[in-house]
C-alpha cells in the first residue's frame, strides 16, 4: 500500500523560509520521478517541482530561484526548501509521483504566508 506523508508546512511571515518533507512508502522510491504539488480553493492542484530519479530538476516558473527540490533515497523523502515565500505560495502542498502512477495521495502540508 502506498503512502506519502508530507510535514513542515505553517504560518510565516512574506520573505520567510520553510523546508517540506515527504517520507514515502509501499513504492520503489528510488526509481520514481517525484513531484511537490499545491493547490488552493477552487483551483486545480499545480506541480510546482519536480526531481528525477537522478536529480535531475524542473520548476514551475513562479518558483524557480526561490524553491529547491531535494531526495534522499536512503530515507525514501523528498524535500522542498522554500526561500523568499510570497503570500500567494499559501497553498496545501503535496508530494506525489510524476506523472502520478498511483491514486494515492498524502493529507497535505499547510503553507500560509501572511504578515
Do not use: H
Given at each position: 500500500?502506498?503512502?506519502?506523508?508530507?510535514?513542515?508546512?505553517?504560518?510565516?511571515?512574506?520573505?520567510?523560509?520553510?523546508?517540506?518533507?515527504?517520507?514515502?512508502?509501499?513504492?520503489?522510491?528510488?526509481?520514481?520521478?517525484?513531484?511537490?504539488?499545491?493547490?488552493?480553493?477552487g483551483k486545480q492542484r499545480e506541480l510546482v517541482a519536480t526531481i528525477t530519479s537522478s536529480s535531475s530538476r524542473t520548476y514551475t516558473d513562479s518558483v524557480k530561484g526561490r524553491f529547491t527540490i531535494s531526495?534522499?533515497?536512503?530515507?525514501?523523502?523528498?524535500?522542498?526548501?522554500?526561500?523568499?515565500?510570497?503570500p500567494?505560495?499559501?497553498?496545501?502542498?503535496?508530494c506525489?509521483?510524476?506523472p502520478i502512477t498511483f491514486g494515492s495521495w498524502g493529507q497535505g502540508t499547510q503553507v500560509t504566508v501572511s504578515s
Open positions: 500500500q502506498v503512502q506519502l506523508v508530507e510535514s513542515g508546512g505553517g504560518l510565516v511571515q512574506p520573505g520567510g523560509s520553510l523546508t517540506l518533507s515527504c517520507g514515502a512508502s509501499g513504492i520503489s522510491f528510488s526509481i520514481y520521478r517525484m513531484g511537490w504539488y499545491r493547490q488552493t480553493p531526495r534522499d533515497n536512503t530515507k525514501n523523502t523528498v524535500y522542498l526548501q522554500m526561500n523568499s515565500l510570497k500567494e505560495d499559501t497553498a496545501v502542498y503535496y506525489n509521483t510524476v
